[in-house]
Protein backbone atom coordinates (compact mmCIF):
# COMPACT_ATOMS: atom_id res chain seq x y z
CA UNK A 1 0.00 0.00 0.00
CA UNK A 2 2.90 2.36 1.37
CA UNK A 3 4.54 1.94 -2.18
CA UNK A 4 1.01 2.41 -4.19
CA UNK A 5 1.33 5.66 -2.73
CA UNK A 6 4.34 7.02 -3.35
CA UNK A 7 4.16 5.56 -6.65
CA UNK A 8 1.22 7.53 -6.98
CA UNK A 9 2.98 10.66 -5.29
CA UNK A 10 5.90 10.40 -7.55
CA UNK A 11 3.38 10.14 -10.51
CA UNK A 12 1.96 13.07 -10.24
CA UNK A 13 4.63 15.01 -9.11
CA UNK A 14 6.28 13.73 -12.68
CA UNK A 15 2.99 14.82 -14.51
CA UNK A 16 2.57 18.04 -13.45
CA UNK A 17 6.17 19.01 -14.23
CA UNK A 18 5.80 17.56 -17.89
CA UNK A 19 4.92 20.34 -19.81
CA UNK A 20 1.91 20.21 -22.10
CA UNK A 21 1.63 19.39 -25.53
CA UNK A 22 3.01 22.46 -27.21
CA UNK A 23 3.56 24.27 -25.14
CA UNK A 24 6.91 26.51 -24.56
CA UNK A 25 9.09 24.78 -22.13
CA UNK A 26 9.44 27.34 -18.86
CA UNK A 27 11.40 29.91 -19.52
CA UNK A 28 14.97 29.93 -16.98
CA UNK A 29 14.56 33.67 -16.75
CA UNK A 30 11.31 35.46 -18.41
CA UNK A 31 8.24 36.33 -17.03
CA UNK A 32 9.23 36.35 -13.49
CA UNK A 33 11.76 38.99 -14.46
CA UNK A 34 9.46 41.34 -16.48
CA UNK A 35 10.25 45.06 -16.24
CA UNK A 36 7.62 47.95 -16.81
CA UNK A 37 7.98 49.17 -20.80
CA UNK A 38 9.02 52.50 -19.72
CA UNK A 39 12.45 50.97 -18.17
CA UNK A 40 12.76 48.49 -20.29
CA UNK A 41 14.69 50.99 -22.90
CA UNK A 42 16.59 52.45 -19.93
CA UNK A 43 17.89 49.00 -19.45
CA UNK A 44 18.83 48.07 -22.72
CA UNK A 45 20.46 51.26 -23.20
CA UNK A 46 22.45 50.41 -20.06
CA UNK A 47 23.87 47.48 -21.22
CA UNK A 48 24.60 48.76 -25.15
CA UNK A 49 26.81 51.14 -23.39
CA UNK A 50 28.59 48.54 -21.27
CA UNK A 51 29.27 46.84 -23.93
CA UNK A 52 30.09 49.39 -25.89
CA UNK A 53 32.73 50.70 -23.64
CA UNK A 54 33.95 46.72 -23.38
CA UNK A 55 34.28 46.90 -27.05
CA UNK A 56 36.44 49.99 -26.89
CA UNK A 57 38.49 48.94 -23.60
CA UNK A 58 39.33 45.54 -25.93
CA UNK A 59 40.37 47.01 -28.72
CA UNK A 60 42.54 49.01 -26.75
CA UNK A 61 44.30 46.28 -25.13
CA UNK A 62 44.80 44.88 -28.57
CA UNK A 63 46.67 47.73 -29.53
CA UNK A 64 49.05 47.34 -26.51
CA UNK A 65 49.96 44.06 -27.01
CA UNK A 66 50.63 44.61 -30.69
CA UNK A 67 52.58 47.07 -29.60
CA UNK A 68 51.31 50.06 -31.18
CA UNK A 69 49.78 51.36 -27.78
CA UNK A 70 52.32 51.74 -24.51
CA UNK A 71 52.31 49.02 -22.73
CA UNK A 72 51.83 51.44 -18.88
CA UNK A 73 48.19 51.18 -19.99
CA UNK A 74 48.10 47.50 -19.53
CA UNK A 75 46.88 47.02 -15.98
CA UNK A 76 44.06 50.20 -16.53
CA UNK A 77 42.62 48.69 -19.76
CA UNK A 78 42.19 45.20 -18.54
CA UNK A 79 40.87 46.28 -14.94
CA UNK A 80 38.38 48.22 -17.20
CA UNK A 81 37.42 44.94 -19.00
CA UNK A 82 37.22 43.10 -15.47
CA UNK A 83 34.70 46.04 -14.40
CA UNK A 84 32.82 45.96 -17.63
CA UNK A 85 32.35 42.01 -17.82
CA UNK A 86 31.32 41.88 -13.86
CA UNK A 87 29.00 44.67 -14.42
CA UNK A 88 27.67 43.29 -17.90
CA UNK A 89 26.14 40.17 -15.54
CA UNK A 90 23.76 42.07 -13.73
CA UNK A 91 22.68 44.02 -16.97
CA UNK A 92 21.06 41.27 -18.29
CA UNK A 93 19.43 39.48 -15.77
CA UNK A 94 16.10 41.67 -16.10
CA UNK A 95 14.04 40.15 -18.90
CA UNK A 96 13.85 43.07 -21.25
CA UNK A 97 14.54 41.87 -24.86
CA UNK A 98 15.49 44.01 -27.46
CA UNK A 99 18.85 45.73 -28.77
CA UNK A 100 20.70 43.05 -30.52
CA UNK A 101 20.31 40.50 -27.48
CA UNK A 102 18.46 36.96 -28.80
CA UNK A 103 15.96 35.90 -26.88
CA UNK A 104 17.95 32.87 -25.85
CA UNK A 105 19.94 35.27 -23.63
CA UNK A 106 17.00 34.49 -20.98
CA UNK A 107 15.67 31.36 -22.05
CA UNK A 108 18.62 29.79 -22.11
CA UNK A 109 20.19 31.43 -18.72
CA UNK A 110 21.97 29.07 -17.24
CA UNK A 111 24.21 28.56 -20.36
CA UNK A 112 24.67 32.21 -20.49
CA UNK A 113 25.01 32.95 -17.15
CA UNK A 114 27.44 30.93 -16.84
CA UNK A 115 29.40 31.98 -19.61
CA UNK A 116 29.51 35.74 -18.29
CA UNK A 117 30.43 34.45 -14.83
CA UNK A 118 33.39 32.53 -16.44
CA UNK A 119 33.84 35.65 -18.73
CA UNK A 120 33.92 37.81 -14.96
CA UNK A 121 36.17 35.44 -13.27
CA UNK A 122 38.77 34.65 -16.45
CA UNK A 123 39.01 38.85 -17.16
CA UNK A 124 39.63 39.50 -13.29
CA UNK A 125 42.60 37.06 -13.22
CA UNK A 126 44.19 38.59 -16.40
CA UNK A 127 43.33 41.90 -14.74
CA UNK A 128 45.31 40.89 -11.84
CA UNK A 129 48.72 39.15 -14.22
CA UNK A 130 48.20 42.52 -15.93
CA UNK A 131 49.60 44.51 -12.85
CA UNK A 132 53.09 42.76 -13.06
CA UNK A 133 53.18 44.70 -16.35
CA UNK A 134 54.17 41.36 -18.56
CA UNK A 135 52.53 41.63 -21.66
CA UNK A 136 53.07 38.11 -22.96
CA UNK A 137 51.57 36.65 -19.86
CA UNK A 138 48.27 38.80 -20.44
CA UNK A 139 48.40 37.98 -24.24
CA UNK A 140 48.29 34.29 -23.90
CA UNK A 141 45.16 34.93 -21.51
CA UNK A 142 43.36 36.98 -24.00
CA UNK A 143 41.66 34.11 -25.45
CA UNK A 144 39.86 33.18 -22.68
CA UNK A 145 39.35 36.50 -20.64
CA UNK A 146 37.98 38.28 -23.94
CA UNK A 147 35.29 36.00 -25.00
CA UNK A 148 33.39 38.29 -26.87
CA UNK A 149 32.98 36.50 -30.45
CA UNK A 150 32.20 33.12 -28.70
CA UNK A 151 29.45 34.56 -26.82
CA UNK A 152 28.05 37.11 -29.66
CA UNK A 153 27.76 34.26 -32.29
CA UNK A 154 25.47 32.19 -30.36
CA UNK A 155 23.57 34.93 -28.07
CA UNK A 156 23.51 37.82 -31.00
CA UNK A 157 21.78 38.87 -33.86
CA UNK A 158 24.09 40.23 -36.51
CA UNK A 159 23.84 43.62 -37.13
CA UNK A 160 21.16 44.96 -39.45
CA UNK A 161 21.78 47.07 -42.05
CA UNK A 162 21.60 51.03 -41.29
CA UNK A 163 17.59 51.65 -42.09
CA UNK A 164 16.16 54.37 -39.50
CA UNK A 165 12.51 53.69 -38.86
CA UNK A 166 9.34 56.35 -39.13
CA UNK A 167 8.59 58.93 -36.90
CA UNK A 168 9.63 59.06 -33.29
CA UNK A 169 6.39 57.29 -31.28
CA UNK B 1 39.82 110.51 -39.51
CA UNK B 2 41.75 108.08 -37.16
CA UNK B 3 38.36 108.18 -35.11
CA UNK B 4 36.39 106.82 -38.13
CA UNK B 5 39.21 104.00 -38.58
CA UNK B 6 39.16 103.21 -35.22
CA UNK B 7 35.28 103.32 -35.31
CA UNK B 8 35.40 100.87 -38.25
CA UNK B 9 37.55 98.47 -36.74
CA UNK B 10 35.33 98.10 -33.99
CA UNK B 11 32.13 97.83 -36.01
CA UNK B 12 34.13 95.03 -37.52
CA UNK B 13 34.78 93.08 -35.26
CA UNK B 14 31.37 93.41 -33.68
CA UNK B 15 30.01 92.46 -36.66
CA UNK B 16 32.15 89.06 -36.75
CA UNK B 17 31.49 88.63 -33.24
CA UNK B 18 27.81 88.95 -33.70
CA UNK B 19 27.96 86.82 -36.94
CA UNK B 20 30.71 84.28 -36.25
CA UNK B 21 28.13 81.29 -35.96
CA UNK B 22 26.74 81.98 -39.23
CA UNK B 23 30.38 81.30 -40.75
CA UNK B 24 31.25 78.62 -38.26
CA UNK B 25 32.88 75.56 -40.22
CA UNK B 26 30.67 72.80 -40.22
CA UNK B 27 33.48 70.59 -38.17
CA UNK B 28 32.88 73.23 -35.22
CA UNK B 29 29.61 72.58 -34.47
CA UNK B 30 29.73 68.50 -34.81
CA UNK B 31 33.03 68.97 -32.28
CA UNK B 32 31.23 71.34 -29.94
CA UNK B 33 28.52 69.15 -29.73
CA UNK B 34 30.21 65.62 -29.80
CA UNK B 35 31.83 66.95 -26.49
CA UNK B 36 28.57 68.28 -25.00
CA UNK B 37 27.23 64.81 -25.39
CA UNK B 38 30.24 63.08 -24.09
CA UNK B 39 29.95 65.46 -20.64
CA UNK B 40 26.38 64.15 -20.46
CA UNK B 41 27.46 60.70 -21.17
CA UNK B 42 30.02 60.55 -18.42
CA UNK B 43 27.73 62.32 -15.93
CA UNK B 44 25.11 59.13 -16.69
CA UNK B 45 27.37 56.67 -16.69
CA UNK B 46 29.02 58.10 -13.42
CA UNK B 47 25.16 58.19 -12.10
CA UNK B 48 24.42 54.36 -13.13
CA UNK B 49 27.57 53.36 -11.89
CA UNK B 50 26.59 53.67 -8.22
CA UNK B 51 22.83 52.67 -8.48
CA UNK B 52 24.17 49.81 -10.29
CA UNK B 53 27.47 49.24 -7.50
CA UNK B 54 24.57 50.20 -4.51
CA UNK B 55 26.77 52.26 -3.43
CA UNK B 56 24.56 55.57 -3.77
CA UNK B 57 26.09 58.75 -2.82
CA UNK B 58 22.91 60.92 -2.91
CA UNK B 59 24.91 64.65 -2.91
CA UNK B 60 27.01 63.22 -6.18
CA UNK B 61 23.75 61.72 -7.72
CA UNK B 62 22.18 65.08 -6.94
CA UNK B 63 24.78 67.08 -8.46
CA UNK B 64 24.84 64.77 -11.71
CA UNK B 65 21.19 64.63 -12.25
CA UNK B 66 21.45 68.37 -12.37
CA UNK B 67 24.00 68.69 -14.84
CA UNK B 68 21.90 65.93 -17.11
CA UNK B 69 19.11 68.20 -16.69
CA UNK B 70 21.27 71.22 -17.43
CA UNK B 71 22.37 69.75 -20.44
CA UNK B 72 19.02 68.38 -21.79
CA UNK B 73 18.34 72.37 -21.92
CA UNK B 74 21.43 73.14 -23.52
CA UNK B 75 20.85 70.34 -26.31
CA UNK B 76 18.67 72.27 -28.37
CA UNK B 77 21.48 74.81 -29.06
CA UNK B 78 23.97 71.73 -30.69
CA UNK B 79 22.64 71.22 -33.89
CA UNK B 80 23.50 73.90 -36.11
CA UNK B 81 22.01 74.04 -39.79
CA UNK B 82 25.76 73.18 -41.44
CA UNK B 83 26.72 70.35 -38.28
CA UNK B 84 25.26 67.57 -40.15
CA UNK B 85 27.21 64.65 -41.68
CA UNK B 86 28.82 65.97 -44.87
CA UNK B 87 32.78 65.65 -46.03
CA UNK B 88 34.85 66.57 -43.51
CA UNK B 89 32.43 66.25 -40.59
CA UNK B 90 32.75 63.78 -38.41
CA UNK B 91 29.54 62.91 -36.45
CA UNK B 92 27.18 60.27 -35.39
CA UNK B 93 23.95 62.71 -35.73
CA UNK B 94 22.07 61.44 -38.58
CA UNK B 95 20.38 63.72 -41.58
CA UNK B 96 17.06 62.68 -40.42
CA UNK B 97 17.67 65.44 -37.85
CA UNK B 98 17.61 67.90 -40.58
CA UNK B 99 14.79 66.11 -42.26
CA UNK B 100 12.84 65.59 -39.45
CA UNK B 101 13.03 68.09 -36.99
CA UNK B 102 9.63 67.66 -35.90
CA UNK B 103 10.41 64.54 -34.98
CA UNK B 104 13.65 65.16 -33.65
CA UNK B 105 12.12 67.96 -31.54
CA UNK B 106 9.51 65.59 -29.81
CA UNK B 107 12.17 63.21 -28.84
CA UNK B 108 14.38 65.93 -27.52
CA UNK B 109 12.01 66.92 -25.21
CA UNK B 110 11.09 64.08 -23.84
CA UNK B 111 14.83 63.62 -22.78
CA UNK B 112 14.19 66.66 -21.05
CA UNK B 113 11.49 66.18 -18.88
CA UNK B 114 12.44 63.26 -17.87
CA UNK B 115 15.64 64.65 -16.59
CA UNK B 116 13.68 67.31 -15.03
CA UNK B 117 11.67 64.57 -13.39
CA UNK B 118 15.32 62.42 -13.04
CA UNK B 119 16.65 65.49 -10.99
CA UNK B 120 13.49 65.70 -8.66
CA UNK B 121 13.23 62.16 -7.57
CA UNK B 122 16.92 62.60 -6.94
CA UNK B 123 16.16 65.34 -4.80
CA UNK B 124 13.62 63.42 -3.30
CA UNK B 125 16.02 60.72 -2.23
CA UNK B 126 14.50 57.50 -2.70
CA UNK B 127 17.07 54.80 -4.69
CA UNK B 128 14.75 52.70 -5.62
CA UNK B 129 12.85 55.80 -7.43
CA UNK B 130 15.99 57.01 -8.35
CA UNK B 131 16.65 53.69 -9.95
CA UNK B 132 13.35 53.55 -12.04
CA UNK B 133 13.24 57.12 -13.23
CA UNK B 134 17.26 56.85 -14.35
CA UNK B 135 16.32 53.83 -16.58
CA UNK B 136 13.39 56.07 -18.03
CA UNK B 137 15.99 58.48 -18.75
CA UNK B 138 17.84 56.18 -20.28
CA UNK B 139 14.64 54.77 -22.36
CA UNK B 140 14.69 58.77 -23.72
CA UNK B 141 18.62 58.23 -24.51
CA UNK B 142 17.84 55.30 -26.83
CA UNK B 143 14.65 56.42 -28.28
CA UNK B 144 16.27 59.29 -29.62
CA UNK B 145 19.84 57.24 -30.94
CA UNK B 146 17.41 54.68 -32.24
CA UNK B 147 16.13 57.26 -34.71
CA UNK B 148 18.54 59.81 -35.13
CA UNK B 149 21.97 58.55 -34.34
CA UNK B 150 24.33 56.11 -36.00
CA UNK B 151 25.34 52.98 -34.54
CA UNK B 152 28.21 52.81 -32.99
CA UNK B 153 29.04 49.06 -34.03
Redesign the interface.
Known amino acids: MAAILVITAVAVTAWQTIPAEGAAPPASRTESQKVSPDEAGGIIFERQQIMLQLEKDADKLGSIVAGVLPADQLAATTGAIAKGAKESIAAFEPYAPGGRAKDTVWSDWADYSQRMQSFAEKSAEMAKAAETGDVALVTSMMGDAVPCKQCHDVYREKKKPETKPGPAA | MVRYVIGACVASIALGAATAPLFAAPQDGARARIAAYRQL ?1 EKF ?1 AV ?2 ML ?1 SGDVQLPLIRRYAGQIRNSAHNQYRLFPANSGPQPGVKTAA ?1 K ?1 IWM ?1 PN ?2 R ?2 QDKFARQAEIFQRVAMAGDPTAIR ?1 E ?15 R ?4
Open positions: GKNDRLERDFTATARKLGGTCKQCHDNFAESD
